[in-house]
T-cell receptor, first 111, second 116 residues
């Protein structure tokens, strides 16, 4: 069935290293959203990308939407311990406007 | 500006029992969605309520039902609980765009349900 896939499932980095998580959809998406969930917390909306090839930045975070609108990435430059958490991408599948979430990538930052 | 609130925070039930979870949306929001998040998984969409009606439903059995009240708050009911229903239940509110766009979901803190 249609799904949103994320890799890797876990990523350990040393503080100061960069981090990238990738999101792939089985179908073309009208948009893609990214959320962050801190340990023990709830998902918090980060950003929504709509246009093909779109790139958006939020301080050390860079979000990209693929040209074919079937993949996306989140890159964090010079990770900090405050970046710890699980990052989810979510996109509407099958004509729905409800976002389907990926399994997430858990980022562990070692000081 | 109050965010999304949920009650209770934690709940322990036994198999076969019934449970009701409650959600108050963010101020100004009229749409409430419910998600189930199992450990190590992403949130899975259960259903969405808008104007007191179920607008869309995910792949969950009829044991999962809901309601939205005139003040936009919502309840999630689960009957005949199974061990596999143990999860974090998240409520998310949004300002409905009538299905034209993907709404930004503002999540509440969740209710941790444990079924023994």
């Amino acid at each position: 069935g249609q799904q949103v896939m994320q890799i890797p499932q876990y990523q350990h980095v040393q503080e100061g290293e960069d981090f990238t998580t990738y999101c792939n959809s089985s179908t073309t998406l009208s948009n893609i959203q990214w959320y962050k969930q801190r340990p023990g917390g709830h998902p918090v909306f980060l950003i929504q990308l709509v246009k093909s090839g779109e790139v958006k930045k939020q301080k050390r975070l860079t979000f990209q939407f693929g040209e074919a609108k079937k993949n996306s990435s989140l890159h964090i430059t010079a990770t900090q311990t405050t970046d710890v958490g699980t990052y989810f991408c979510a996109g509407p599948l099958g004509g729905s406007y409800i976002p389907t979430f990926g399994r997430g990538t858990s980022l562990i930052v070692h000081p | 500006d109050a965010g999304v609130t949920q009650s209770p925070t934690h709940l322990i039930k036994t198999r076969g029992q019934q449970v009701t979870l409650r959600c108050s949306p963010k101020s100004g929001h009229d749409t409430v969605s419910w998600y189930q998040q199992a450990l190590g998984q992403g949130p899975q969409f259960i259903f969405q309520y808008y104007e007191e009606e179920e607008r869309q439903r995910g792949n969950f059995p009829d044991r999962f039902s809901g309601h939205q009240f005139p003040n936009y708050s919502s309840e999630l009911n689960v009957n005949a609980l199974l061990l596999g229903d143990s999860a974090l239940y998240l409520c998310a509110s949004s300002l409905g765009t009538g299905g034209a766009h993907t709404d930004t979901q503002y999540f509440g803190p969740g209710t941790r349900l444990t079924v023994l």
